[in-house]
């Protein structure tokens, strides 16, 4: 969250419009209600979507994603991907990895 804020800032610093989904890779604990909740107490923008699926669903999505899962106990440990796309939808950058690169610019 922590990097996307920074990408959200640099991009309005720069003039550019973007749009932030955000998929839980949880859907069991993260219900509507509760990343709503999440949303609002971490202070994210309004504009950002933060979205659940049903289990086959972000099962799919993850490995579609190349997302590295450690271990599925009662909280998901994984890595993490920040995926860029262009105004048709096609996708541009892809960061991921347990240490997404502080350095990455777009």
Same mark, same amino acid.
């Given at each position: 969250i922590a990097k996307l804020l920074k990408l959200y800032d640099s991009f309005r610093q720069q003039g550019r419009e973007a749009q932030f989904l955000i998929v839980t890779l949880e859907p069991a604990n993260d219900t509507p209600a509760v990343l709503q909740h999440f949303k609002t107490e971490s202070g994210l923008p309004e504009s950002w979507h933060l979205l659940t699926g049903n289990i086959n669903e972000t099962r799919d999505l993850r /490995?579609?994603? +190349?997302?590295?899962?450690?271990?599925? #106990?009662?909280?998901? %440990?994984?890595?993490?991907?920040? *995926?860029?796309? /262009?105004?048709? +939808?096609?996708?541009?950058?892809?960061? #991921?990895?347990?240490? %997404?690169?502080?350095?990455?610019? *777009?």
């Amino acid at each position: 969250i922590a990097k996307l804020l920074k990408l959200y800032d640099s991009f309005r610093q720069q003039g550019r419009e973007a749009q932030f989904l955000i998929v839980t890779l949880e859907p069991a604990n993260d219900t509507p209600a509760v990343l709503q909740h999440f949303k609002t107490e971490s202070g994210l923008p309004e504009s950002w979507h933060l979205l659940t699926g049903n289990i086959n669903e972000t099962r799919d999505l993850r /490995d579609l994603l +190349g997302i590295h899962v450690i271990d599925e #106990g009662p909280h998901l %440990l994984h890595d993490g991907r920040i *995926l860029v796309f /262009d105004e048709m +939808g096609v996708p541009t950058h892809s960061y #991921g990895g347990y240490s %997404l690169d502080e350095e990455a610019s *777009l």
